[in-house]
């Protein structure tokens, strides 16, 4: 007998789905905004940090009503898309939008923190040798902040597979379309004896963030020692 219903595994299955295109979508994204927060001075540099870091203060709900007024079929933007054959609300691919949006602000922390980290006097030298900003950010500044982008990027991961208030409001929570691990436990509690089924899930829930920040930390390692090594 399978230790969980096929029903379950669809909401386990979807989760890494929705948060592995989440992470991979919004990581391009992520290092530009952080690149900019830390190294950018430019107007309007505080409010583009009070955009990106909103998610984290706004009730999830909030952020999900606000996602679908604008991604809705008769939403600004989601009426757009429709036209294109693009549908976002009530579908997998807004459950991804809504996890993006909500694991955003850490993976930017993680990365803008790491960039700051570096010293500029490095990419200041390799300016004076000719080499242009976006060169000297490919050469000189990437590699060292890769452990870094990999934290934030797991980190983000592993949001994005707890994401629930932004996504039941956004996508609703419809068996095999959108109900991800969390939807599925909140539905598993609904149901009288519903309890056991929600104790799986919620065990491999914490597996599967333990197993996430724990591969972080040994690649974000690994990536260093090699910068390191070949440094020395």
């Known amino acids: 007998m399978s230790w969980l219903s096929p029903q379950d595994w669809q909401a386990v299955t979807l989760s890494l789905k929705v948060a592995g295109v989440a992470t991979a979508c919004s990581l391009p994204l992520g290092v ?13 540099h ?13 009730p ?20 757009a898309l429709a036209r294109i054959g693009i549908r ?11 996890a993006g949006v909500m694991a955003f602000p850490l993976m930017v922390r993680a990365i803008r923190l790491a960039i700051e980290a570096v010293d500029p006097k490095l990419e200041a030298a390799a300016s004076t ?3 242009s900003r976006f060169w000297v950010f490919v050469s000189v500044t990437l590699p060292l902040i890769v452990p870094g982008i990999i934290a934030g990027a797991i980190t983000a991961f592993a949001k994005a597979m707890g994401e629930f208030g932004a996504t039941i409001t956004f996508v609703s929570n419809i068996p095999g379309q959108t109900q991800t691990l969390p939807l599925a436990i909140y539905s598993a509690l609904q149901v009288p004896g519903g309890e056991s089924s929600a104790v799986k899930l919620v065990v491999i ?22 910068i390191a090594g070949r440094d020395a």
Request: hydrophobic share 60%.
């Open 205 to 226: 829930s914490i597996t599967l963030a333990l197993g996430a920040l724990l591969v972080s930390e040994v690649l974000a390692k690994r990536v260093a020692a090699r």
């Open 129 to 131: 040798l000719g080499a």
């Open 88 to 98: 976002l609300a009530f579908d997998w691919k807004g459950a991804a939008l809504a």
């Open 46 to 58: 505080g409010l583009l940090n009070g955009i990106v870091h909103l998610p984290l203060i706004l």
């Open 32 to 44: 530009a905004v952080a690149y900019a927060l830390a190294r950018g001075r430019f107007v309007g």
């Open 60 to 79: 999830p709900v909030v952020t999900g009503y606000l996602l679908l007024m604008g991604f809705a079929p008769n939403g600004v933007i989601g009426a």
